[in-house]
C-alpha cells in the first residue's frame, strides 16, 4: 500500500437481543487513494444506510462492487453466546469477526 494511501472502514450490526434470534454485524473497507477514477456515490444524506432511499443503496452497491479495492466482512454472534456474555459484548464480537 502506497504511503498516501488511506484506508477507510465502516461497520454496523443487526438482529440485537437473543429473542431475535443472532446478532450479526457487517464491515466494508476501501483502500481510497488507489481508487482514482472509480465511479463515487452522489447524493448521500447522512450517514445511515436507512436515511437513502433503496434505489440510493441499490445504486452505492453497485458502484462499490466495480471497486477491486473494496472488501467486505460478515461477523455471527448465536443466542447462547449472547446469553453468556450479554448483547453489549456480543455485538462487539460480532464487529470484530467481521473485520
Known amino acids: 500500500m502506497a504511503k498516501n494511501s488511506k484506508i477507510i472502514v465502516g461497520i454496523d450490526e443487526v438482529g440485537r437481543g437473543p429473542l431475535a ?8 473497507t ?12 452522489k447524493n448521500l ?3 445511515d444506510s436507512k436515511q437513502l432511499s433503496p434505489k440510493q443503496r ?4 453497485e458502484i462499490l462492487k466495480k471497486d477491486p479495492l473494496v472488501e467486505w466482512g460478515i461477523g455471527r454472534v448465536g443466542e447462547k453466546v449472547i446469553d453468556k456474555i450479554n448483547i453489549f459484548q456480543a455485538t462487539k464480537l ?5 473485520v
Not at 434470534?21 to 466494508?28: D, K, T
Not at 441499490?58 to 452497491?61: K, L, P, V
Open 21 to 28: 434470534g443472532p446478532v450479526l454485524a457487517c464491515a466494508i
Open 30 to 41: 476501501q483502500i481510497v487513494s488507489h481508487s482514482e477514477g472509480v465511479e463515487r456515490p
Open 45 to 47: 444524506n447522512g450517514r
Open 58 to 61: 441499490e445504486e452505492i452497491y
Open 94 to 98: 460480532a464487529m470484530e469477526k467481521a
